[in-house]
């Protein structure tokens, strides 16, 4: 009898262990100390699906941390309408604590304002009344789905001012622009789009890059471009305990050693004029007069130098103007020459951008034109770059005028318009009914009005035209118009336009 419940018991697991997948434990993160901040979309614009999979994919991320006032502590602000924090860094002190928090949060719904999400970041978070350290790296994880109805470049420049590595997740259709110039630097490694059901793909990755940020008790440096790197360190002294020695040069090369002096106060520090591709010996030692500190050690490489324009970007593009952009805007580069001029015309005008702006508006252009707009970066050394590309304005767009109706019966209306400005492909008239479904017509561009037919006797209907443009549409034109009843004899009647 035994023998034979064994024997199903195996036979059971084996079945059930080839259907069922076994997660095993994760390895734990070891020796990370930091705060950890998610921006989390709750707006409407994102479904429920795509909601519950970037919940299960903060949970993954999250798994191997260790949670404590000493170890990693992390909170969650919803992004909607009005910002609103889930809960505080200190609420949650353990994995399984945590866990169990981010499977029960509920989406907001409501706008995007990612803009002011991050100024309540800013301002709430990172504070002591929403359980943030002073002394411990910080980190933010975007999690979005490329939209949002407010500025964020502000709010976010601000944060990484105060210290905050920023790392970007979009699933959906970002400006990549934008959102590289949002994030840390260099976006390779603080910049991901994936698609919502690949995720997973990421989690290693990005898991790696936050610990790199996090990892307590020791120098290291961030924000690494080609000619300057931020240093960062836990605190160690005070302003009337001592002060730091910071030095560092070129591996190998001794000689070009600089040195400098920092009040007992600091832990970060801006370091420049470096050159580009080179492993520097970074040191930072500190002179305390109450105990003996270790000096604190690193290596940092510079990444290659960045050359820009290396792209340009034209978008919303309307009949008067077009917006420019471009990238990458390294800090050696002083202002932006941006010329522009119709083809095949010579007229060229010159706009003048400062040297931190990656993109302006052209305004004053002629419709349905083509221009050549060319970039040039002008360097603080005095070099100069220029990359160029093609712009082509948008057809003027007008709508219809003067909409008339003419009511041939208790049941049919004949619709009339003047024509609308400029190269028009033809027109839309949509008839609402109140009685029965409505109907869309497409007429061509000679042609300018319509029978409108089976009408219910009596019924107040709203009729809409709009024209068609290559490459915008038109403004639509629309009007009530309240159809005879049966007993009536023929006579003419609408309403003002709703």
Known sequence: MYARILVLFLWLHGLLGQSIPHRGPHPSVPDVEGDLLFLLDSSGSVSYYEFSRVKEFIADLLRPFTFGPHDVQTSVVHISTTPTMEFPFDRYLSSGAVQHAIRGIQQVMGDTNTGKALSFAKEKLFTGEAGARPDVPKALVWVTDGFSTDDVSRPMQALKDLGVTVFIVSTGRGNYLE??????????????????????????????????????????????????FHLVWPK??????????????????????????????????????????????????????????PPQTTRVTTLEEVISPARVLISESKPHSVRVSWSPTPESVASYQVLYGPLPANSVKLLVVDGSQNSTVLENLAANSTYLVTVSAIYKSGKERALSAKACTQEENSKVKHLRFEDLGPHTLKASWDPADGDVLGYRVRCRRQAGPSNLLSVSPQIHSVLLSNLTAGSTNKVCVKPVYKNLPGKGLCRMVRMQPASQVRSYRHRPRA
């Open 179 to 228: 959102l590289s110039a949002a994030a840390s630097q260099p976006p390779e490694k603080h910049l991901h789009f994936v698609d919502v059901d690949d995720l997973p793909i990421i989690i290693k990755e990005l898991r790696d890059s936050v610990t790199d940020v996090i990892q307590a008790k020791r120098l290291r440096a961030t924000e690494i471009s080609s000619d300057s």
């Open 236 to 293: 160690l002294l005070a302003r009337n305990t001592g002060y730091y020695v910071l030095e560092y040069a070129p591996t190998g090369e001794p000689r070009r050693k600089l040195t400098t002096q920092l009040t007992g106060d600091h832990t970060t520090v801006l370091v420049g004029g470096l050159v580009p591709q080179t492993t520097y010996e970074v040191a930072l030692v500190p002179e305390s007069n109450e105990r003996y500190i």
